[in-house]
């Protein structure tokens, strides 16, 4: 259960910085104050993504304290590089989050795949 727990930390934590990207993107600049805050105030679907993406940090963090009841540190920590794995691939593949695709952060993201299997791979020790 403090896998799953942990799991659903880094969807939402994922889900909350795509949708914070989008919202910034959308919502007026901070230059701009007053069409901010009317932005904010008026619910606009921006203003809605941003709130939505507070939401899921809080959510998400709900889930990580109930994982760490759960699970050893040194096993649930790498799974929290699982969001950069995935906030760069769906950034890739939504047309609105405009990201564009660079061989370097294939790389990098391939990189942290590995460690994260390094680390949590069940050791052969345990099996015996």
């Known amino acids: 259960m403090g896998i799953i727990l942990a799991l659903c930390s880094v969807l ?15 919502l007026p600049a901070t230059s701009d104050p007053p069409a901010l805050f009317a932005a904010l105030l008026a619910l606009s679907p921006a203003a809605l993504g941003l709130f939505g993406g507070l939401a ?9 304290f109930l994982a760490l009841r759960r699970v050893p540190l040194s096993k649930a920590y790498p799974l929290l590089s699982l969001s950069y794995v995935l906030v760069w691939g769906a950034a890739l593949y939504l047309p609105s989050l405009n990201e564009p695709f660079q061989w370097g952060k294939l790389v990098a993201v391939a990189l ?3 460690g994260l299997l390094l680390i949590c791979w069940p050791s052969a020790k345990g099996k015996h």
């Open 12 to 26: 939402l934590v994922s889900g909350a910085q795509l949708l914070m990207r989008w919202s910034m993107m959308n």
């Open 112 to 114: 942290i795949f590995g």
């Open 56 to 64: 899921a940090y809080a959510v998400s963090m709900g889930c990580w």
